[in-house]
């Protein structure tokens, strides 16, 4: 099992849409956690990251931890076809600067 | 604030030879991760460098190295490539602090390397 799986998608949202993306995780020792975002060719940006249970919102992003379910989400609000990259969700352990990462979802936003 | 940097930038080389790739860090980063991200495998972790000390390593073969240098700056050495070394090779940049809860990566623009 990985340590933090994600759907490969593709994942088609219309324009002006709420794209939904999710991630489970498997160490419960997992402390802080991680959104990227990758478009073909470029390396992973930084969208936002997350340690407390509950909502985290940045402009049209809002990152879900549920550590209970072992679940995060990502949801992009009024998604444009910029949005259309490669999602990462990333996990850190506790006392450890490991980082990793899922295998990512790709997100197509049509016009 | 400057970002982190990587070079080269592209490289291509034979079966055989081997490469060493560099990462600046951002400045007042002390923790400098590596990883290797191809179509199939995604994102792999190599290894990470703190204070001149590999901290953390992931499952690659010993003919992947690297070290960390007293201004953070970070190389990784492949040697002896193989074909299946051909990837994008990316560094990530952090304070490195263990027990923080906001510690964060940053990523470079990664070397793009083709072995044939």
């Known amino acids: 099992q990985k340590e933090v799986e994600q759907n490969s998608g593709p994942l088609s949202v219309p324009e002006g849409a709420i794209a939904s993306l999710n991630c489970t995780y498997s160490?419960?020792?997992?402390?802080?956690f991680f959104w990227y975002r990758q478009y073909s060719g470029k390396s992973p940006e930084l969208i936002m990251f997350?340690?407390?249970?509950g909502d985290k919102e940045d402009g049209r992003f809002t990152a879900q931890l549920n550590k209970a379910s072992q679940y995060v989400s990502l949801l992009i609000r009024d998604s444009q076809p910029s949005d259309s990259a490669t999602y990462l969700c990333?996990?850190?352990?506790?006392?450890?600067?490991?980082?990793?990462f899922g295998s990512g979802t790709k997100l197509n936003v049509k016009p | 604030k400057a970002g982190v940097t990587q070079t080269p930038r592209y490289l291509i080389k034979t079966r055989g030879q081997q490469v060493t790739l560099s990462c600046s860090p951002i400045?007042?980063?002390?923790?400098v991760s590596w990883y290797q991200q191809t179509p199939g495998q995604g994102l792999q972790f190599l290894f990470e460098?703190?204070?001149?000390?590999?901290?953390n390593k992931g499952n690659f073969p010993g003919r992947f190295s690297g070290r960390q240098f007293s201004n953070s700056r970070s190389e990784m050495n492949v040697s002896t490539l193989e074909l299946g070394d051909s990837a994008l090779y990316l560094c990530a940049s952090s304070r490195g602090t263990s027990g923080g809860t906001q510690e964060t990566q940053y990523f470079g623009p990664g070397t793009r390397l083709l072995v044939l």
């Open positions: 990333a996990a850190r352990l506790y006392n450890f600067n490991k980082f990793y």
């Open positions: 460098y703190f204070s001149e000390t590999q901290r």
């Open positions: 997350i340690y407390s249970n």
């Open positions: 400045s007042g980063h002390r923790s």
């Open positions: 160490d419960r020792g997992s402390q802080s």
